[in-house]
Nanobody
Framework: QVQLVESGGGLVRPGGSLRLSCEVS????????MGWYRQAPGKQREFVAS???????NIADSVRGRNAISRDTAKDTMDLQIDRMKPEDTAVYYC???????????????WGQGTQVTVSS
């Protein structure tokens, strides 16, 4: 059973930093890509950042230049830091992992339950 568990989030002051972590539990799979989406109230879910098993990253314009994403492939964990947080960064942040079960050829995407991040003074 694959599960993604996010940690971090909560209330962040404008200009402050956010640090989120995501851990994939389970066994019998290889993780290809891990990343984050977010969904603000009344808006569609939007891509934030991702990182592959080889460390290649893809970053959304909205956070580029003020973020850091890293991954520990041995522990199946991923961290995201966003600096200089703005009120418009307020959203529910979702971790995802695209992984392939051993013996399968097709990958599937799994999601965490989301963690609320509110940027407010």
């Amino acid at each position: 059973q694959v599960q993604l568990v996010e940690s971090g989030g909560g209330l962040v002051r404008p200009g402050g930093s956010l640090r989120l972590s995501c851990e994939v539990s389970g066994s019998g799979f290889s993780i290809n890509v891990m990343g984050w989406y977010r969904q603000a109230p009344g808006k569609q879910r939007e891509f934030v950042a991702s990182i592959t098993s080889t460390g290649s990253t893809n970053i959304a314009d909205s956070v580029r230049g003020r973020n850091a994403i890293s991954r520990d492939t041995a522990k199946d964990t991923m961290d995201l830091q966003i600096d200089r947080m703005k009120p418009e960064d307020t959203a529910v942040y979702y971790c995802y992992a695209e992984l392939t079960m051993w013996g399968d050829r097709r990958g599937d995407v799994y999601w965490g339950q989301g963690t609320q991040v509110t940027v407010s003074s």
